[in-house]
């Protein structure tokens, strides 16, 4: 692995000679707490794809689709993502290809107005689907004290209000070199020469420095429920967790792991195995620059949705209690690492892990020193994190049959629920 500054541009790399692919990647910090309108960073995603001055948008997957590759973008709360991946002959097109989506979109009015409807389509699909919903609303709600509450998506209001010239002034303002990171990965060959390519393709243009917000929000205790006649009660239960870079990351994640994240984990064999209540049931943690959660989330018969809650609130109270004992441990350390491991058997993977390890740490990480940091997680850390978890802390969001409530305190839910 290795990073090189090229004139402010990082660019980072790994080289594997058993890969018969490369992978680019061009991550941007560019996310929610840049946004004045809402959605722009995920319109921009899309708009990346309608065009450019050197190729059409059916140009640009016909090209794709003829080297036998996939290329793709994704929209995060704090980064956008840029990638393609190609076979190895093809490595020095799908870089052109990727720096002229992102440097060169045309940003055309006509296209706007034809995506504007593509991006409330894709609103209304996650509208229609409450396991996806109860999400959205769960960040609406629970995050509700800074912009990390909005959508991604942005709303059909902001929608609305976006159009050629503030889609522009945004890209040119907040799309500096200094603010990405090109990532490739790739056989060591293929990569040598990309890296030789990068001042042809990201030439140096006159830059400055945006000034960018930091979130740090804190979970709002509040209880949200949305009447909807489903055949189940989705439910998203969230805690406060920890930032990306924060040691406990990786006890957070065990807890995560031993409570939901697994089909031998407790949640699992309560809900699902034990009573039959649900078919998704599960635990997960989102890590980010200066904050964090642990989530349970999943979809329950109507008639069980309190009982559930009820063996949410039992499970949390023997993790306090009880905690978990070596066994435990070391089962829950050898299923994280083993999955971290698999999680890397691509180009693609390696290619977002040397971006995201940059992004959040200015520098890449060794997987030995990932590992070593995995194993270092003792017995006490966990019990000093469990102890620290507080449910009336957490926020609720459900979808259902259900009587609706807005923002109710969460004390108020815990007390109605008997022991």
């Not at 980072?12 to 990647?25: E, K, P, R």
């Not at 995920?42 to 036998?68: Q, R, S, W």
């Not at 689907?129 to 004290?145: R, T």
Request: with cysteine.
């Amino acid at each position: 692995m290795q990073h090189i500054d090229c004139d402010g541009l990082s660019v980072v790399t790994h080289s594997n000679d058993h890969f018969q692919s490369v992978s680019i990647g061009v991550l941007i910090r560019v996310g929610l707490a840049q946004e004045s309108i809402g959605g722009e960073a995920h319109f921009l995603e899309h708009l990346c794809f309608k065009g450019t001055p050197n190729y059409t948008a059916k140009a640009i997957v016909e090209l794709v689709d003829n080297m036998g590759g996939y290329i793709n973008a994704m929209t995060d709360r704090e980064y956008t993502l840029y990638y393609i991946t190609v076979p190895a002959d093809c490595a020095e097109t799908a870089l052109g290809l990727i720096s002229d989506l992102v440097l060169n979109s045309n940003l055309n009015q006509s296209d706007i107005d034809k995506e504007r409807h593509v991006v409330l389509e894709e609103i209304n699909m996650i509208n229609d689907s409450p396991e996806d919903l109860v999400h959205e609303l769960w960040y609406g709600d629970c995050w509700a004290n800074s912009s990390f509450s909005n959508s991604i998506l942005g709303t059909p209001n902001s929608l609305a209000q976006i159009n050629s010239d503030n889609l522009r002034d945004f890209r040119n303002y907040y799309w500096q070199r200094s603010q990405m990171i090109v990532s490739i990965t790739g056989a060591s060959a293929s990569v040598n020469a990309l890296l030789d390519m990068i001042p042809i393709y990201f030439p140096t243009p006159p830059t400055n420095t945006p000034i960018l917000d930091s979130l740090t929000p804190d979970i709002n205790p509040v209880c949200t429920t949305i009447h909807k006649q489903t055949e189940q009660t989705h439910f998203c239960l969230g805690l406060q967790g920890c930032a990306y870079t924060d040691p406990n990351r990786y006890a957070f994640s065990m807890i995560s792991t031993i409570l939901g994240g697994t089909m031998s984990s407790r949640l699992f064999q309560e809900i699902r195995e034990k009573r039959g209540w649900a078919y998704s049931i599960y635990s997960a943690c989102s890590f980010y620059e200066a904050t964090g959660s642990l989530i349970i989330a999943g979809g329950v018969s109507n008639d069980q949705y309190t009982p559930t809650l009820s063996v949410i609130r039992s499970l949390f109270s023997d993790l306090k209690t009880t905690g978990i004992d070596s066994n435990e441990l070391t089962k829950v350390k050898r299923y994280i690492k083993g999955s971290f491991a698999i999680n890397l058997e691509t180009s693609t993977s390696w290619m977002m892990f040397l971006a995201k390890s940059w992004f959040y740490y200015r520098e890449l990480r060794p997987v030995t020193t990932i590992l070593d940091k995995i194993d270092a997680v003792s017995l006490t850390d966990i019990q000093q994190i469990t102890a620290s978890i507080d449910l009336a802390q957490a926020g609720l969001t459900a979808i259902g049959p259900v009587d609706t409530h807005e923002k109710t305190p969460i004390e108020s839910v815990w007390a109605s629920i008997a022991h």
